[in-house]
């Protein structure tokens, strides 16, 4: 008997945590979703992004006086890397074509 | 200690240290390109010629399709006995900031399909894509080279004239008013806890039921390490292209190109019409993020002339971590697939 009634509580208390949950969510969904909030996100955009433009260039101002790699600078050389294995690829792409138009005509042959 | 509470807490550290993002089910890497790899996961008994390609989101990590022994969709994949490809685009750096969406689909979608038909030695392919990856598949699908044989789409965002919630916010990214290049552009590449603060405000912004869950599951170490899986994955967002999110935002969500046949990619205008593949798609009635409504103007849309439609009662989800097929896939894609025998 005592088991039977937990095994409800528990159901009980997952039902109604769903049921709450929904409706916050949804309670602050509707709040957020009106045109003063667009406003005060657009707001805050412009902000943080001057926030981080400034950020960046003190950063690659610093790193210009101690002769330090910035990150665009790594970013720029990783990007070499890329495209060196782009072209590898290319070529690998091309030989499996080749290889395989030489095993077809070796077969023709045979 | 007893030997058994130590056994026990072995059993806890063991899923808490473990590196479960590599999945559960054997495979082997067949191609690499940047961060990208293309997995290959060998059916124990192949079945069919026809190898399935799975292409996932650029949201989240695809570990989930392959979470843990018999909650695992490549898993079901295998023991049917198809060949699977998962292409997985890796975790990018600050160095992929200008990766677009033409460079996913022409470069390492349209290329890993390319691998797979060779290493496969077959000669018509099943694209299967997972939510934004579905969007992918299906622009890939219209501009495809490839004999693509079936194209699958599991909850594809394709149509963005309206959005289920934040109705305001959508009309201010439609009509301009909200603009969020300028962020994409200092940010590079969006970092991870931006995207999922972003998804979760659409989604559930309060989020404890997942703990409920945990009521009365607490002495069963199977479903705790499912649930901790499940847990880490939903939290485990990735960085997302600056330029890419910029092609979303402005091409995809705010001129809604894809649906009406605008979208441009490598120069080349995307048109729905030229999908002629075998054509399944499937939409959850709980999903949140994506609702049917972004989904089914699709099928308007296609040439194809076998075209099937499944809206079915589950989540975002739970298809992916369910571990078994459901029927009507298990049917479907048997009766599309060329069979060995």
Same mark, same amino acid.
């Given at each position: 008997?005592?088991?039977?009634?937990?095994?409800?509580?528990?159901?009980?208390?997952?039902?109604?945590?769903?049921?709450?949950?929904?409706?916050?969510?949804?309670?602050?969904?509707?709040?957020?979703?009106?045109?003063?909030?667009?406003?005060?996100?657009?707001?805050?955009?412009?902000?943080?992004?001057?926030?981080?433009?400034?950020?960046?260039?003190?950063?690659?101002?610093?790193?210009?006086?101690?002769?330090?790699?910035?990150?665009?600078?790594?970013?720029?050389?990783?990007?070499?890397?890329?495209?060196i294995e782009e072209k590898l690829?290319?070529?690998?792409?091309?030989l499996s074509v080749l290889l395989k138009q030489l095993e077809a005509q070796g077969m023709t042959r045979e | 200690m007893s030997s058994q509470s130590k056994g026990d807490q072995a059993d806890k550290q063991h899923f808490l240290t473990e590196d479960f993002t590599r999945g559960a089910t054997p495979r082997q890497a067949v191609w690499k390109k940047n961060k990208a790899v293309l997995w290959h996961y060998p059916a124990p008994c192949r079945k069919y010629k026809t190898p399935l390609f799975l292409v996932y989101s650029l949201i989240n990590q695809p570990f989930i399709l392959d979470l843990y022994p018999g909650s695992s969709m490549i898993e079901a994949f295998s023991k049917e006995g198809y060949e699977v490809y998962l292409l997985d685009f890796g975790i990018l750096g600050y160095e992929d900031k200008d990766l677009t969406l033409d460079d996913y689909i022409m470069g390492y979608i349209q290329k890993g399909v390319r691998r797979a038909l060779a290493h496969?030695?077959?000669?018509?392919?099943?694209?299967?894509?997972?939510?934004?990856?579905?969007?992918?598949?299906?622009?890939?699908?219209?501009?495809?080279?490839?004999?693509?044989? #079936?194209l699958i789409l599991f909850s594809p965002p394709l149509d963005f004239e309206n959005s289920p919630v934040f109705q305001q916010w959508h009309k201010?990214?439609? &009509?301009?008013?909200? #603009?969020?290049d300028e962020l994409a552009d200092v940010y590079g590449t969006i970092p991870p806890n931006?995207?999922?603060?972003?998804?979760?405000?659409?989604? &559930?912004?309060?989020?404890?039921?997942?703990?409920?869950?945990?009521?009365?599951?607490?002495?069963?170490?199977?479903?705790?390490?499912?649930?901790?899986?499940?847990?880490?994955?939903?939290?485990?967002?990735?960085?997302?292209?600056?330029?890419?999110?910029?092609?979303?935002?402005?091409?995809?969500?705010?001129e809604n190109q894809l649906i009406n046949n605008h979208l441009l990619i490598?120069?080349?205008?995307? #048109?729905?019409?030229?999908? =002629?593949?075998?054509?399944?798609?499937? &939409?959850? &009635?709980?999903?949140?993020?994506?609702?049917?409504e972004m989904i089914v103007p699709v099928l308007k849309k296609v040439s194809s002339e076998d075209l099937t439609?499944?809206?079915? =009662?589950?989540?975002?989800?739970t298809l992916a971590i369910r571990g078994k097929l459901p029927e009507f896939l298990q049917q479907w894609l048997h009766e599309r697939s060329d069979s060995i025998h």
């Open positions: 008997m005592t088991y039977k009634v937990s095994i409800n509580l528990s159901k009980a208390i997952k039902l109604l945590g769903f049921r709450v949950e929904k409706g916050i969510n949804e309670a602050i969904q509707s709040k957020l979703d009106n045109e003063k909030m667009i406003k005060l996100a657009k707001l805050g955009l412009a902000r943080h992004t001057d926030t981080l433009k400034a950020l960046r260039e003190q950063q690659n101002l610093a790193a210009r006086q101690l002769n330090i790699p910035t990150r665009d600078d790594l970013a720029n050389m990783a990007k070499l890397g890329i495209q690829d290319e070529m690998d792409e091309k | 496969s030695r077959s000669e018509g392919i099943t694209v299967v894509g997972y939510c934004l990856g579905g969007t992918l598949a299906a622009i890939y699908a219209a501009l495809a080279k490839e004999p693509m044989r #079936n201010a990214i439609k &009509s301009g008013e909200l #603009n969020i931006v995207m999922e603060t972003t998804f979760r405000l659409i989604t &559930s912004p309060i989020s404890y039921t997942p703990y409920l869950s945990l009521i009365g599951r607490t002495g069963d170490p199977h479903f705790l390490e499912k649930w901790y899986r499940v847990n880490q994955w939903i939290k485990g967002h990735v960085p997302f292209s600056g330029a890419a999110l910029r092609q979303v935002t402005n091409d995809l969500l705010k490598n120069g080349e205008k995307v #048109n729905l019409g030229s999908i =002629k593949a075998s054509l399944l798609v499937v &939409s959850a &009635s709980e999903d949140e993020l994506v609702p049917e439609y499944k809206a079915i =009662k589950a989540g975002h989800i």
